[in-house]
């Protein structure tokens, strides 16, 4: 693709002097006019409360593009990008201040795409203020960052808001794990190869492992986060995402809502977890002081803002399970904390063992094979397999070996695309397959807000880990129970 079919379009962001903005955004148009992929009548309008000199503002994203791109910048992209860049000062909560942002835009026909990276609380208040300017005209879209909303009810406030002014066809609710190369090839990996397109399903396939580990711990962010909790903060969103595109059917077409059709069907399909249930195939843990790569780290209770009275958790761990004919008797454990012991994000499918063991003179049972799709770091699929190890005196000594397909060796070296320059890029062409879609928030919301309140109904206890670790003992019972281990 190149900057022949790509869109000429407006792109306000709204929140421009925020950290996203300054890591993500900014970086990610950078990234799409060095390769072409941003027309010359695009323009990027970035919007915020302070009163910034023009001069002033250019500046400050030159140095932010300096502090968070790992690579040698090309100058003359950076000044392409910087000549299509307006700052605007305007209240975001004042309706009618708004009419600078016309008169900024004036008499485009670029298309006009609103980046919302503030919180969601003033996205109502946003859009008000566009809508009384005719700036939600049928070229006008609408991207919504997370989080929005702490529950199906508070979500459903948000997105109600946003319905008054924006058609569902404008809206793109962002989840960056969508624009992850590695996630994005799960759709290529499974239905365009027919040896994972067929006997995906319970007659092969044992169980799914989701596990996104991450280093880091809140990072600052205590008072968000403390609200929110691993379950909200992460697999609401980013793990449920992933096991929808592991676990959904074929869809018709590549259409956008064709794709989403079929991950409803699996978000529909989760069993749920009550009182009854809730233990057994849940954990919530939270950390304690440890050693990350030889440093101390603190706990969670001693991070900077902390109530040491906190019951949130920074780790989980759900069994998850799909009624239907494709996954019936197949679990999904999902995994995902924070301060674990290296950043590692990944989706381990196990197969079946054969159903008869030819081998069993030598091994009682075999180790089964198992797919592994690594997304990030080191991005590539390896497969576990069992070969006799070769040699006259060998006679039937196997020996598990892998396949390991790691994309920058198979791809020589191509450079990986952040996830948000992908999203920004379907964004400009208007492509919401990438996006969540309302019914989509809505079912996984109504599945989660079931784990969340049977916790709270039961005071399920907090398990505690140390930082650095991979986790309470407690996440390794919950799946040895079932007879299994967690990949390491
Ligand atoms: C964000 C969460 O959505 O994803 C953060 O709010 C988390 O808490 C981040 O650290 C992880 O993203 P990535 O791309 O680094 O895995």
């Known amino acids: 693709m190149n900057a022949m079919n790509t869109k000429a379009s407006d792109i306000v962001l709204f929140g421009c002097l925020g950290d ?40 400050s994203v030159a140095d932010c593009l300096s502090e968070f791109i790992d690579e040698e910048l090309a ?10 860049i307006t700052y605007l000062q305007l209240d975001l909560l004042n309706k009618e201040a708004f009419s600078a942002l016309k008169t900024c835009i004036g008499d485009s026909d670029n298309s006009l795409i609103n980046y919302f990276a503030v919180p969601a609380v003033i996205y109502g208040s946003i859009c008000a203020g566009l809508a009384q300017h ?26 109600d ?6 058609t569902e066809q404008q809206t793109y609710r962002i989840d960056h794990y969508l624009g992850k190369e590695t996630v994005l090839n799960l759709l290529d990996l499974r239905f365009a190869n ?50 929808t595109l ?31 249930n809730v233990f057994e195939n849940t954990v919530r843990g939270q950390y304690i002081k440890g050693f990350l790569h ?50 590692v994000s990944e989706i381990v499918v196990y197969f079946k063992n054969p159903a008869h063991n030819l081998f ?67 964004v400009i062409n208007g492509n919401q397959a990438l996006f969540v879609r309302r019914d989509e928030v809505e079912a996984s919301w109504a599945w989660c807000d079931g784990i969340l309140s049977a916790w709270k109904t039961t005071g399920q206890e907090l398990a505690t880990y140390t930082a650095g670790s991979s986790g309470p003992v407690a996440s390794i019972s919950l799946i040895a129970r079932d007879g299994r281990a967690w990949d390491e």
Request: proline share 4%; with cysteine; charged share 25%.
């Open 246 to 276: 592991v676990a959904m059917d074929p869809p018709l077409s590549l259409d956008a809502d064709n794709i989403r059709d079929e991950k409803v069907k699996v978000l529909k399909a989760l069993k749920p977890i009550t009182m009854a």
């Open 75 to 84: 100058s003359e992209s950076i000044a392409n990008l910087l000549a299509k």
């Open 20 to 59: 996203l903005t300054r890591r993500k955004l900014l970086p990610s148009l950078y990234q799409l006019e060095k390769a072409g992929l941003f027309t010359q009548q695009s323009r990027i309008i970035c919007v915020a409360r302070d009163d910034i000199k023009q001069s002033d503002y250019l500046t």
């Open 161 to 166: 808001e946003v319905a008054k002014y924006f």
């Open 360 to 426: 069993s003179e030598y091994y009682r049972e075999l180790p089964p094979n198992k797919l592994t799709i690594r997304l990030q770091p080191k991005e590539g699929i390896e497969i576990q397999m069992l070969n006799k190890v070769p040699g006259l005196t060998e006679s039937q000594r196997l020996q598990t070996t892998k396949l390991d397909l790691s994309f920058n060796q198979a791809f020589d070296n191509l450079r990986i695309a952040d996830a948000y320059e992908r999203l920004m890029l379907e």
């Open 294 to 343: 030889g440093q101390q780290v603190p706990g969670y209770l001693d991070e900077e803002g902390a109530n040491t009275q906190s019951n949130t958790e920074s780790f989980v761990v759900v069994k998850a399970e799909i009624e239907n004919w494709r996954w019936a008797g197949v679990p999904f454990y999902l995994r995902t904390g924070k301060r674990m012991a290296n950043k």
């Open 194 to 243: 027919s040896l994972f397109s067929t006997k995906w399903d319970n007659t092969t396939i044992d169980h799914v492992q989701i596990s996104v580990a991450e280093e880091v711990g809140i990072e600052g962010r205590w008072g968000y986060f403390d609200q929110a909790g691993q379950m909200r903060d992460m697999l609401q969103n980013h793990l449920i995402q992933i096991l």
């Open 134 to 159: 005719d700036l939600n005209h049928a070229q006008a879209r609408v991207v919504l960052e997370k989080p929005i909303g702490s529950s199906l009810i508070t979500s459903n406030e948000v997105n």
